[in-house]
């Protein structure tokens, strides 16, 4: 495509500035307080709370430095080139589809094109292993995160329901909910109705009323390819220019490929990045690899040293196992009249109804409902993924209107052969590709199976008669799971490595388990009490430097 | 053909191309290229792309040719491109190799079994061969464990219908209301649609 924007191949942007080369940087030839690698939802968040709090900070992100108005268009195909693309090698008895599913290359990271559906976990979710027996528990409640997700709901005004069914949070959400809602959700609420299961309208990062300049959202539908409105938000038009305005250096279009270490081990002392080509290093007294579930291993593991040999960060040989995806199969069913899946914001209804563990059903933890439109090339797909092509697909393709869908965001259960870790072939900075290897337990099966006949279930008393299963998953988290214990853990609960202190991972990397939500509220809720530690931390002159961790993530682990 | 005649449409009058002075005009300019004219392929020798052509018909069920020559354009730009293809399993080639790999192992197919090249196959032979490759039965030859059958139709099949469904023409007759920017969509609800949408025939 012809490129006409003219803040795409700026690579240096920083408050007065935005430059195409490196050759003025800020922050170039000094050690800045913090070095945040990624500039997606924990990244970007990150840098706004550190920068408002005085400190230096830069921020280096792999991909470009997007313009909603230039680079955004209504159009599956060309906006595919949101997600990262990047070759990984997936192995296992269900390998995962990368890319679109799960992860965002640029800045803003997978803000721009997630969905907006904006959950909170639950109690549960948090002591799994108490509760369950299965997996293990977080190193925090949901207490230690309640502050945190007020705070983030507000600073972005969540749109949502006055009341809100399940969990410990009941609402009401800082904007009114969406009115009106898409007839697919229509439907889907009503077959609710119809079956006594508990439904409410979506609470989502997507404006109701306008906020900070920005118009609420318009129905267009494009959500997964980049809100051409701002009515969505994204970390790219949030916390990005904001940050900014507050100091921040971001460096677009710098992929990270080494995080620097001083000579005996104990500390980072920068990352080294590529730009363009060329090797370029920055020094920081604290780095946070903000770059997801997957390249967080990828670096940590190709940055070993003699005295790091198995990877940063990993004395617990845990980096990258553990990964969880949702399962999020997507149930389709024919209705006689047109629903037309293509209209309005995807998720307008939702219900967590079956999310809590029920043990008559003969599987731990649960999952969320989401009733789910979509635009022909993703439901295409899907139906492709699923077997169908030829006549059959052109047939049903031919009555696209008249379908509509739920879609599960099931919970998976961590397992450590989950894993990412590194391959033998080579990218074009001459690193090791990521191997993502992934297979569903027996209890993901079942829970699955139990997800795909509700749903049915939910569609067919609204009317619909249930057509098509479509295996698929989204969202990845985990990798560098936190704990308490650094045998069974990489990081605290603090999001600072038990190996390194002045090394913090902060993302959904840092997941002990995977909720049965989408992850993005939780992952910000986490970013930002980890802002607020690392303000303390400066503010007792400790940024960086090892001690001892005060509180209850020194506790002794006691099961 | 009779391809056409046993898939019909529900909205017969319905052009989405009247609907692009209302897009925005990135997105405008996106897929009023996808009409052509497509320059020649730069992966593809002549031989692959007919043969890719009649692959491509199969998968989609359609032999109209400018959405055809818009998947094989589609498809050429992909193999050259740098952009990353998302995941591959471990063990199978990358996407250009398996491409091209799988085009020629399918022609070889079609010689040793019809004795014939692929594109001068039946359309129902031509089937037979491509729906023997989702399912992994075709002949056992030694390509196949280096290509193996289901990923090469994978890997076809999902880069063919990602790009049929891409094609204006292919959204008039689904009835996809399409880009709506900077106007959006009002009336959203169950029974609505906006003045400009897609109506079915006899409402």
Not at chain 1, 149 to 162: A, F, L, T
Not at chain 1, 293 to 311: C, D, F, I, K
Request: charged fraction near 25%; hydrophobic fraction near 35%; proline fraction near 6%.
């Amino acid at each position: 495509m012809e490129n006409k924007d003219f803040i795409k191949h700026n690579c240096d942007h920083y408050e007065g500035s935005r430059l195409n080369h490196l050759n003025n940087r800020k922050y170039g030839d000094i050690e800045v307080d913090v070095c945040i690698v990624g500039a997606g939802a924990a990244g970007s968040l990150l840098a706004y709370e550190l920068g408002k709090a005085g400190m230096k900070v830069v921020v280096i992100e792999a991909g470009p430095f997007w313009n909603p108005q230039t680079d955004f268009a209504s159009d599956e195909l060309s906006m595919k080139n949101l997600a990262w693309n990047d070759t990984r090698l997936v192995s296992g008895k269900d390998p995962i589809s990368m890319g679109h599913n799960n992860s965002g290359r640029g800045v803003g990271g997978g803000t721009v094109h997630f969905t907006g559906v904006f959950f909170r976990f639950h109690e549960s979710d948090f002591k799994v292993r108490t509760l369950d027996g299965v997996a293990e528990d977080w190193p925090i409640n949901y207490n230690d995160l309640k502050p945190y997700y007020d705070k983030v709901e507000n600073q972005i005004k969540v749109s949502g329901p006055r009341e809100f069914p399940w969990g410990p949070f009941r609402g009401p959400y800082p904007y009114p909910e969406r009115e009106p809602i898409s007839a697919n959700a229509e439907v889907f609420r009503e077959g609710c109705e119809a079956l006594g299961i508990k439904s409410t309208v979506a609470p989502l990062a997507i404006l109701s009323a306008p906020f900070d300049g920005r118009p609420p959202c318009i129905n267009r539908g494009f959500c997964n390819q980049g809100c051409l409105p701002n009515a969505k938000f994204s970390a790219l038009i949030h916390y990005v220019p904001k940050a900014i305005k507050h100091g921040v250096e971001i460096l677009s279009d710098c992929m990270v490929t080494r995080v620097l270490t001083n000579p005996t081990g104990g500390s980072v002392t920068g990352v080294e990045f590529v730009h363009d080509g060329r090797n370029y290093r920055q020094m920081a007294k604290v780095v946070i690899l903000s770059n997801f579930v997957v390249e967080t291993p990828r670096l940590l593991l190709n940055s070993a040293t003699s005295s790091h040999s198995q990877g940063l960060a990993n004395s617990s040989g845990l980096v990258g196992k553990y990964i969880m995806p949702h399962s999020g199969h997507d149930m389709y069913a024919k209705f006689q009249n047109e629903i037309r899946l293509y209209k309005g914001t995807p998720v307008l209804a939702v219900s967590q109804d079956f999310y809590e563990t029920d043990r008559t059903r003969g599987f731990v933890r649960g999952y969320t409902f989401n009733a789910h439109g979509s635009r022909p090339v993703e439901m295409a797909m899907g139906l492709a993924n699923a077997g169908i092509w030829g006549k059959q697909l052109r047939q049903v393709m031919m009555d696209f209107n008249f379908y509509a869908r739920i879609t599960l965001v099931g919970e998976v259960l961590p397992i450590v052969n989950n894993s990412v870790t590194l391959s033998e072939e080579k990218d074009e900075y001459g690193l090791p590709r990521a191997l993502v290897t992934f297979s569903y337990s027996d209890n993901d099966n079942k829970l699955i199976a139990h997800g795909v006949a509700k749903a049915n279930e939910i569609l067919k008393a609204a009317g619909g008669e249930p057509a098509f299963v479509v295996p698929d998953t989204a969202h990845l988290m985990g990798g560098c799971r936190m704990g308490n214990d650094p045998q069974t853990s990489v990081v605290n609960s603090f999001c600072q490595s038990h190996d390194i202190p002045n090394l913090y991972i902060c993302s959904a990397s840092v997941f002990v388990t995977s909720g049965g939500a989408n992850p993005t509220e939780t992952v910000m809720a986490i970013a930002s009490r980890t802002a607020d530690h690392l303000i303390n931390r400066m503010n007792k002159g400790r940024l960086g430097k090892s001690d001892e961790v005060k509180g209850r993530t020194m506790e002794k682990v006691t099961r | 053909m009779s391809w056409d005649e046993s898939v019909i449409t529900h909205y017969p009058n319905y052009n989405i191309l009247n609907l692009a002075d209302e897009w925005d005009s990135y997105t405008k300019e996106i897929v009023l290229k996808r009409l052509g004219p497509f320059s020649a392929p730069e992966y593809f020798s002549e031989w692959e792309t007919s043969t890719l052509k009649a692959i491509v018909k199969n998968i989609v069920f359609d032999n109209r040719d400018n959405i055809i020559d818009w998947i094989v354009f589609h498809l050429d730009s992909k193999m050259t491109s740098e952009i990353g293809e998302n995941q591959r399993k471990i063990g199978i080639p990358p996407e250009d190799v398996l491409v091209r790999e799988g085009i020629s192992v399918i022609d070889r197919i079609a010689r040793s079994k019809f004795a014939k090249s692929f594109t001068d196959l039946e359309e129902d032979e031509q089937f037979k061969i491509i729906s023997s490759l989702q399912l992994g039965q075709l002949p056992p030859i030694r390509e196949w464990s280096r290509i193996p059958q289901k990923d090469l139709f994978s890997k076809f099949l999902l880069e063919i219908v990602a790009a049929y469904y891409s094609h204006p023409e292919v959204w008039s007759e689904i009835g996809y209301g399409g880009p709506a920017y900077p106007r959006g969509y009002v009336r959203t609800e169950y029974g609505l649609t906006d003045p400009w949408e897609a109506r079915g025939d006899g409402k």
